[in-house]
């Protein structure tokens, strides 16, 4: 019989020796989810604030680089502050604006402005031509006194004092006499073609918007004048839907008033006027000028304002030389809520606009961003990040004064 010097070598795992191992392995497993939660945290943090500041500087750059270009074209103080009537129509929809560099509508309650912003593309800085023969109503040709610039295609603006001004398009030219067909037929473009026109109404515009024009008279220095704005003006707007900045232009030819998306996360656009009131214009106006809701036309001192009044005409209008805007974006992805509360703590104070009140405790003025939400408290599961900038209108501050 054989003994055995050593004991049998027990094979395999104890009940103890498993239960330790999966414990081990349990908390490995913890330990790389609260890992990847707080990596994942991180990371939307990041990603949120850059993806913020991204939309909000494109955006704010789109606006500014169009206020730049704001007003050009529109070298003469009678066309600032008239209203333009016209028609485009291929849709057989009326055209209605303010013929002024820049028009700020106000948003109601804190929401979003919308911003328009109008300037021409003529080739040729030109001065208007004048009537030489009275066009008794809306659907007579244009009797000018020079169709130096004036080219087939081009929209021109008829223009007089005390009158609506209507936007028409050019169908023909005589050369002989100086006439300015603005019918409803074809024009040829600079290839050749035949193309029709897009933005006259058979038969003329309808009262009241429709109007005939005195010839001017140059005694008394009154009348009415034609200024082209070129074959592609823009009319274009900038507004908020939803949490988007949009832009629209009026007069692009073929869709006028398709909106456009420009940028993603953008919860709010607010503007001011900078009114250049001092009694002898010195074409500045200081960033801490007093801020008036509407621009106070009897005071000889320079104001930011959110409005102008309805009584301002071209001698007010032409001292509006820059324009305050602001430009409020929000990450596209939300932070996770609090797992105890069910609340988020990305942001917990509304953003702020500093320009407007700097001295202010805190500074600045609040931003609303609650309201683009339908939940009250949603809006704090973002983060935003805000752009100010103050943009000369350049063609204001270069045309003279009262001219």
């Known amino acids: 019989m054989r003994s055995e010097a050593f004991p049998r070598l027990s094979r395999g ?6 239960m330790v191992g999966v414990l081990i392995g349990l908390i490995g497993t913890v330990v790389i989810f609260q890992v990847f939660a707080v990596s994942e945290g991180q990371k939307r943090t990041t990603t949120g604030a850059s993806d913020a500041q991204q939309n909000g500087v494109f955006g ?14 529109m070298n003469n103080m009678a066309l ?27 948003g109601v309650g804190g929401a979003p402005d919308r911003v328009r912003l109008a ?15 009275n066009a008794n109503n809306s659907q007579a040709n244009y009797k000018i006194d020079n169709k130096f610039g004036f080219n087939e295609g081009d929209l021109v603006v008829a223009a007089q004092a005390g009158k609506s001004c209507t936007l ?18 074809n024009y040829t473009n600079p290839e050749g073609a035949q193309v029709p026109t897009q933005f006259n109404k058979p038969g003329g515009l309808p009262a009241p918007e429709g109007t005939g024009y005195d010839k001017w008279d140059q005694v008394a220095n009154t009348g009415a004048r034609l200024y082209n704005l070129g074959a592609a003006p823009t009319v274009v707007t900038y507004a908020i839907q ?10 692009m030819p073929g869709m006028p008033d398709q909106t456009a998306v420009l940028s993603d996360g953008v919860v709010q656009l607010q503007a001011q006027y900078g009114y250049d ?10 960033s801490t000028a007093t801020y008036n809701a509407e621009v106070n036309l009897a005071s000889n001192q320079d104001q930011w304002a959110d409005s102008m009044p309805a009584v301002a005409t071209g001698v007010h209008w032409q001292r509006v030389i820059a324009v305050r805007l602001v430009v409020t ?26 320009a407007p009140a700097p001295t202010a405790v805190p500074p600045g003025i609040e931003i609303d961003v609650k309201s683009t939400f339908a939940d009250a408290n949603e809006w704090m599961c973002y983060r935003y990040r805000t752009f100010e900038v103050v943009v000369p209108i350049r063609n204001m501050l270069w045309y003279p004064l009262n001219a």
């Open 168 to 185: 028409a398009q050019i169908h023909n030219v005589n050369p002989s006499n100086y006439e300015i067909g603005h019918g409803s037929g």
């Open 329 to 354: 974006a929000r990450s596209i992805t939300p932070e996770r809520p609090d797992p105890v509360s069910g609340l988020c703590t990305a942001t917990t104070v509304q953003p702020r606009w500093i």
């Open 242 to 251: 939803g949490s988007t900045l949009v832009a629209s232009n009026g007069l």
């Open 277 to 286: 009131g001092d009694a002898v214009a010195d074409g500045f106006v200081a």
């Open 119 to 133: 300037f021409g593309n003529s080739d040729l800085f030109m001065a208007p031509a004048k009537f030489v023969a």
């Open 80 to 106: 600032l502050g008239c209203k333009i009537n016209g028609w485009y129509e291929p849709g057989g929809a009326k055209i209605e604006f303010k013929m002024v560099p820049v028009e700020i509508i106000n």
């Open 13 to 18: 795992f104890t009940l103890v020796e498993i």
């Open 60 to 73: 704010l750059f789109q606006i500014e680089r169009d206020v730049r270009m704001a007003g050009y074209g």
